[in-house]
C-alpha cells in the first residue's frame, strides 16, 4: 500500500529564505489538503485542491504562502522569505472524492525549523 | 463554524484497564466525527468515523466511540489498553456544509503503564 509521501521529512533554513515542500498522494485520491501543526496544536487547515483546482485557502496562509498541484498529481507548497514562526510540521494528507464520508489520509509531515 | 474540544491534555492509565478520551464538538449541522492517531515524528492514521447510524462505532486496534448528540459528545473507548496504544490521539468533526475541511480538536496524549 503506497501512503502519503512527502519530502523533505526535515527542512532546516534561515529567516528569509525560500522553502518548498513536496506531497505525493495516493494515487486514486483526487483530493489533496495541507495542513499545519504547531507543538500541542492539532493540525490547522491551510488549503485544499480537487483535482487541480485549489478550491479554498486558510487566512492563515498569508501571501508568502503558495501552493500548486500541477496536473492534479502531486503538490508543492512554497514559503517565501520565511519568519521563525513558520516553524511548524507540515501535514499533506489525501482522500477520496466521497465528500463528507472520507478520512483523510496523512503523509508524515515536513518539519520545519526557520532559525 | 465548527470546532472541536478536548478537555485532557493527558490521560494515564494502567495496561488492561479501560480507556477513555473525550471529545465535545459545535457544528451549525449534522456533524461528521474521526479520531485519527499520532506517533512521535509521524503523520495522523485514522481510528474510526461517525457518519450517521448506530451511536458506537468501531474501528481500528480496538478502538471505538460513542457519538451522544444531546451531549454533543464523542468519546474514544477502549476496554483493555496496552502500552502500544501510548500516542497521541486527534478527534476532528466536518461540518456537513463544508465537507471538505475537517477541523481538528488540540489532542489528548495517552501514556499506557505496564
Known amino acids: 500500500d503506497t501512503g502519503v509521501s512527502q519530502n523533505p521529512r526535515h527542512k532546516i533554513t534561515k529567516r528569509g529564505q525560500n522553502v518548498t515542500f513536496r506531497c505525493d498522494p495516493i494515487s486514486e485520491h483526487n483530493r489533496l489538503y495541507w495542513y499545519r501543526q504547531t507543538l500541542g496544536q492539532g493540525p490547522e487547515f491551510l488549503t485544499y485542491?480537487?483535482?487541480?483546482?485549489?478550491?479554498?485557502k486558510s487566512r492563515l496562509l498569508s501571501d508568502r504562502f503558495s501552493a500548486e498541484r500541477p496536473k492534479g498529481s502531486f503538490s508543492t507548497l512554497e514559503i517565501q522569505r520565511t519568519e521563525q514562526g513558520d516553524s511548524a510540521m507540515y501535514l499533506c494528507?489525501?482522500?477520496?472524492?466521497?465528500?463528507?464520508?472520507?478520512?483523510?489520509?496523512f503523509g508524515n509531515g515536513t518539519r520545519l525549523t526557520v532559525t | 463554524a465548527q470546532s472541536v474540544a478536548q478537555p485532557e491534555d493527558q490521560v494515564n492509565v494502567a495496561e488492561g484497564n479501560p480507556l477513555t478520551v473525550k471529545c465535545t464538538y459545535s457544528v451549525s449541522g449534522n456533524p461528521y466525527l474521526f479520531w485519527y492517531v499520532q506517533y512521535p515524528n509521524r503523520g495522523l492514521q485514522f481510528l474510526l468515523k461517525?457518519?450517521?447510524?448506530?451511536?458506537l462505532v468501531k474501528g481500528s486496534y480496538g478502538f471505538e466511540a460513542e457519538f451522544n448528540k444531546s451531549q454533543t459528545s464523542f468519546h474514544l473507548k477502549k476496554p483493555s489498553a496496552l502500552v502500544s496504544d501510548s500516542a497521541l490521539y486527534f478527534c476532528a468533526v466536518r461540518d456537513r456544509a463544508d465537507d471538505y475541511k475537517l477541523s481538528f480538536g488540540a489532542g489528548t496524549t495517552v501514556t499506557v503503564r505496564a
Open positions: 494528507a489525501s482522500s477520496l472524492d466521497q465528500g463528507y464520508n472520507s478520512p483523510l489520509h
Open positions: 485542491f480537487q483535482n487541480e483546482a485549489q478550491l479554498e
Open positions: 461517525y457518519i450517521t447510524g448506530d451511536n
